[in-house]
């Protein structure tokens, strides 16, 4: 009797050991493929949504939503995430003698109006002089009545989805050349805008992403370092979006300057910001918050 037990525990002894040899197994299998889904921007589609772990050298801590600073800066506007009437509009000024127009009432986001004269300014100093902004900031009101007037739609969104609701969206024209950028022109400002932290939101290869036709003159203000990084990675608003609700986020230096960036939901109505460096909170439109945190800002 004492033999067959013996033989029971040293049968179970091995069951057990060989069920833990099989976990442990797979439980490094899985480590394993998780480190080697690459972190890029061309992934944003696959990989799954994945909560922020806080990085290495910042603490975060959570704050009331109540009580940020919300640029807006980075609000995706579109057909499926529009403007809601009840959102309070975004503070915009006069954009009258800072910037050359076509009409002296263009208003713009003040962010946005900052830089976008010091690209013209530069632009003019490289050759290209003869730029104007023939449309800013439209209301609600005014957006309707493109709308309803226009006889090509393709190139008028419907009243809440239009970017320039917003103040952050410019319509950039030649003052002598029809309603086409001149060759030279558009060439300084693709190469350019990026700089000043615009961003061409309508390019011709990514029609079936915006569901726009193609605007080279509509030009889109996300500050930096977002407009870096979606330059770099050839992405438009909408794919930058989805790559930081995909991602745990990314760092950049631009300018000498480094930034981390990463993308949060409200838990409670709480979202976790960084603890003792400088940074800015724009929401998204789509539901989260997009924190930039600069690391060596003094």
Not at 15 to 29: H, Q, V, W
Request: hydrophobic share 35%; with cysteine; glycine share 6%.
């Amino acid at each position: 009797m004492q033999k067959k037990h013996k033989k029971r525990r040293s049968s179970c002894l091995n069951i057990i050991l060989g069920l833990l040899l099989i976990t442990i197994i797979i439980g490094a299998a899985l480590i394993n493929h998780q480190e080697l889904i690459p972190d890029t921007p061309h992934d944003y589609d696959t990989t799954p949504e994945t909560e922020m772990d806080e990085p290495g050298d910042i603490d975060l801590i959570p704050v009331s939503i109540d009580d940020i600073q919300d640029t807006r800066e980075l609000w995706l506007v579109n057909g499926k995430y529009q403007i809601k009437e009840n959102v309070p509009q975004m503070t915009v000024v006069s954009a009258y003698k800072k910037i050359p127009l076509s009409s002296s009432d263009i208003k713009m986001n003040a962010a946005a109006l900052e830089h976008l004269q010091k690209m013209f300014s530069d632009a003019e100093n490289d050759g290209i002089n003869n730029l104007v902004v023939t449309s800013g900031y439209r209301t609600h009101e005014k957006q309707s009545e493109l709308y309803k007037n226009a006889d090509d739609k393709s190139y008028v969104q419907k009243p809440e989805s239009s970017e320039h609701e917003t103040g952050l969206a410019v319509d950039i024209q030649p003052v002598r050349h029809g309603m086409d950028i001149s060759d030279n022109a558009r060439e300084w400002l693709l190469d350019n805008a990026w700089e000043y932290g615009y961003i061409l939101r309508y390019p011709e290869d990514k029609t079936d992403i915006t569901g726009i036709a193609y605007e080279p003159w509509h030009f889109r203000y996300v500050g930096q370092p977002h407009a870096t990084f979606i330059k770099n990675n050839n992405l438009v608003l909408e794919e930058y979006i989805d790559y930081l609700k995909n991602n745990k986020g990314y760092t950049i230096t631009v300018d000498g300057s480094e930034y981390y960036v990463y993308r949060v939901t409200a838990k409670k109505d709480k979202i976790k910001v960084p603890k003792t460096v400088k940074y800015t909170v724009s929401s998204d439109n789509t539901g989260g918050y997009i924190i930039t945190a600069s690391l060596n800002a003094k």
